[in-house]
């Protein structure tokens, strides 16, 4: 690196040493800013607000910002160069990532082992002592692809002209290992990853080119195996590096670590699991045979297309409820609001429909166009559809999934719903939307399924329950489309499912 500058970021404290005269898009990214046009300079999504030092406006900056925006200091971060030090606030980032606190299996091998859980727009890894199991620590970070696109596909697109999100995830995990050990990687024997199958083609250094376009298969499915040397990681020669195979299609081995550690694959009693994602990937099975697919549900539950959607970081409306008389929302952090969040838009059309505010084909009553949740916030007629979108690619996914297996939305004991969105959504909401359309009591939180699967598969070699996997491809179901539609619209007040929702909180 030439000469550097001194980047600050407020209030984490965390100070940078930039290339002088650099884009700052990669270290941001790792520390929350999102990039959601993927640094085109567009979509206004990555302002700061720069508390000190000279960042002059650009071009973009000008077209995207208000003039009230760019007197106060906000800037396109995706256009910042580190010319000179700057102190930008980047508080509205902060977000936690969801970990997860069970042991790995206790075994009969001795050296530590890490189980890392590669996400999207998080990353988790805990190091194990593999002789009892314990979590010896953990360490979680910011994708630092994001500087590269919010979703799956603005990756894949732009992984497609450039091979840099390989060295990113690579050299981003190496640091996360080594701070991880903390002098211990002489230790390690085994890394173990999963991820979707993007995160797994990405980090594998493997063609994304066939995700890009129906029928969206790829030949390289299957677990990848490296050395260090291999991937230039700071590790014991004999050390094995597995990234976990994808179920097929879309279908990650984030689902296959989760159905390990839910046990969708122990017992006779049909359970579903479901990760609600801008690709919602869906298992349905027991001990018999498991069902998995995946549906493109848009950017919605991340509330990517909505109007004033953001990240669930601080500032966003989490939860919104209606009492008879008045809305009531919950604002991450306490402070002004500043957007919606997809457990917040979930909760605010399910608030509207009990208001009568929505109705059940999914348009503003009385011909509005537009809710007030807590000022500034509102919800528009345009972010209503982008949710009927995303929640009737889910259950149109499910329900056929149903059909092939041959059972009746009754006979699903219980859906556990994995990831962060998973673990904050309220049930009742989810059902009153009908997203899920099963009783709320049936719904529960999986946590960080994939992370705790990636545990569980630590030295094990052979996974007997990819025997009674099958994947089902959506995209090319005669049934689906119709089935989509039917399931767009909301469930009135007085069908069943709404009917039988209760929130534990009720
Ligand atoms: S304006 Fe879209 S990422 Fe910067």
């Known amino acids: 690196m030439g000469a550097t500058v001194r980047i600050e970021l407020d209030p984490l404290g965390i100070v940078l040493d930039a290339e002088q005269g650099s884009t700052l898009e990669s270290i941001l990214a790792m520390h929350g800013v999102e990039f959601p046009c993927g640094g085109a300079g567009t979509c206004g999504g990555c302002r700061v607000q720069v508390l000190a030092g000279a960042a002059e406006p650009q071009e973009a900056d000008l077209l995207v910002l208000t003039d009230a925006e760019l007197a106060a200091g906000y800037r396109l971060a995706c256009r910042i160069r580190a010319d000179s030090p700057l102190k930008l606030k980047v508080d509205q980032w902060s977000m936690p990532v969801l970990s997860d606190d069970a042991a790995g299996a206790a075994s009969l091998r001795h050296g530590l082992a890490v189980a890392i859980d590669l996400g999207t727009t998080t990353l988790a890894a805990q190091l194990i002592d593999q002789k009892t199991g314990a979590v010896l620590g953990l360490r979680t970070a910011l994708n630092p692809q994001s500087a590269h696109g919010a979703d799956v596909m603005s990756r894949v697109r732009f992984s497609l002209s450039n091979g840099e999100l390989t060295t990113l995830i690579r050299s981003c995990l190496a640091q996360m290992i080594a701070d991880l050990a903390d002098g211990r990687a002489a230790e390690i024997v085994e890394v173990v990853l999963v991820g979707n199958t993007v995160m797994h083609h990405l980090f594998c250094g493997l063609d994304a080119e066939p995700l890009a376009h129906v029928p969206f298969r790829s030949p390289n499915l299957g677990e990848q195996r490296f050395s260090p040397q291999q991937l230039g990681w700071n590790l014991p020669a004999s050390a094995v590096i597995r990234f976990l195979p994808c179920l097929g299609g879309f279908v990650g081995s984030d689902i296959l670590a989760g159905i390990l550690a839910t046990s969708l694959h122990a017992g006779h009693q049909l359970r579903a699991l479901i990760d609600l994602g801008t690709n919602g990937e869906i298992a349905l099975g027991n001990c018999d045979r498991i069902l998995c697919a995946s549906t493109a549900a848009g950017t919605a539950f991340e509330a990517g297309a909505i109007r004033m959607g953001m990240r669930a970081a601080v500032g966003a409306v989490s939860h919104v409820s209606w009492d008879g008389v008045r809305l009531h929302c919950g604002v991450i952090g306490d402070v002004e609001p500043r957007g919606i969040c997809g457990s917040g838009l979930i909760d605010a059309v399910a608030a509207g429909l009990d208001m009568g505010a929505i109705l059940p084909s999914g348009r503003m009553a009385n011909g509005d166009k537009v809710m007030s ?134």
């Open 373 to 506: 949740l807590q000022h500034p916030v509102e919800l528009y007629q345009a972010d209503i559809r982008e949710l009927q979108l995303a929640k009737g690619a889910i259950a149109a996914g499910l329900r056929i999934l149903l059909e092939h297996w041959g059972a009746e939305l009754d006979g699903i004991e219980s859906v556990h719903l994995a990831g962060a969105f998973g673990n904050y959504v309220r049930p009742r909401s989810a059902c009153r939307i009908g997203l899920l359309e099963v009783p709320a009591e049936r719904l529960i939180a999986a946590g960080n399924s994939a992370l705790r699967g990636a545990k569980l598969s630590i030295g094990v070699d052979h996974f007997p329950v990819l025997g009674i996997i099958e994947h089902v491809p959506l995209a090319s179901d005669p049934e689906f489309e119709d089935k989509f539609v039917d399931c767009m619209s909301f469930p009135d007040g007085h069908e069943t499912v709404a009917a039988n929702c209760v929130h534990p909180d009720d």
